[in-house]
T-cell receptor, first 112, second 113 residues
């Protein structure tokens, strides 16, 4: 049972345009969400997070939006840069569980 | 460099064998997590240790076991290996809080032939 789903395995975007990566979840107990970025031959690195008390969190070019009623979150990257090409994982956590449940990842390719 | 080290980087072994993967957390971190990433799969959470004690468990097979030692390094033991165990195994560490940021190591690629 995949509680966190990233239905788009890959996405290609032109440099300078917006990249939108989507994530859906099924567990209504999740109240904390994160995005991680992974380059080849490296471990994932933390990018941005959002608590369920918010519907938006911004950090530079990266913004995460949370729609609790739809159980959906998205990561916007504006403007996209070639160095953003990586696999992006969303993750979710329920309180007191001390673990993150990760999605299957979306491979983003930013074309120069 | 996340500060989390994993050894070995690559491991090739035969079905039925047993292997041990090792992880050293970032300096000061008390918690260690193990994840498995198979082809087309996300990061599957296996198990978490905090200061030597198991704190959370995920989809870890009975053939797999882990422990965290007094010096806080951790080992993941995989036994009776099957072809399907071929995967990237990541270790992450954190300070141990419920929402603490997890820092990932570079992973160990296990190939079972």
């Amino acid at each position: 049972d995949q509680q966190v789903k990233q239905n788009s395995p890959s996405l290609s975007v032109q440099e300078g345009r917006i990249s939108i990566l989507n994530c859906d979840y099924t567990n209504s107990m999740f109240d904390y969400f994160l995005w991680y970025k992974k380059y080849p031959a490296e471990g994932p690195t933390f990018l941005i997070s959002i608590s369920s008390i918010k519907d938006k969190n911004e950090d530079g070019r990266f913004t995460v939006f949370l729609n609790k009623s739809a159980k959906h979150l998205s990561l916007h990257i504006v403007p996209s840069q070639p160095g953003d090409s990586a696999v992006y994982f969303c993750a979710a956590s329920a309180p007191g569980t001390y673990k993150y449940i990760f999605g299957t990842g979306t491979r983003l390719k930013v074309l120069a | 460099d996340s500060g989390v080290t994993q050894t070995p980087k690559h491991l090739i072994t035969a079905t039925g064998q047993r292997v041990t993967l090792r992880c050293s957390p970032r300096s000061g971190d008390l918690s260690v997590y193990w994840y498995q990433q198979s082809l087309d799969q996300g990061l599957q959470f296996l198990i978490q240790y905090y200061n030597g004690e198991e704190r959370a468990k995920g989809n870890i097979l009975e053939r797999f076991s882990a422990q965290q030692f007094p010096d806080l390094h951790s080992e993941l033991n995989l036994s009776s290996l099957e072809l399907g165990d071929s995967a990237l195994y990541f270790c992450a560490s954190s300070t141990g809080g419920d929402r603490a940021e997890q820092y990932f190591g570079p992973g160990t690629r296990l190939t079972v032939t």
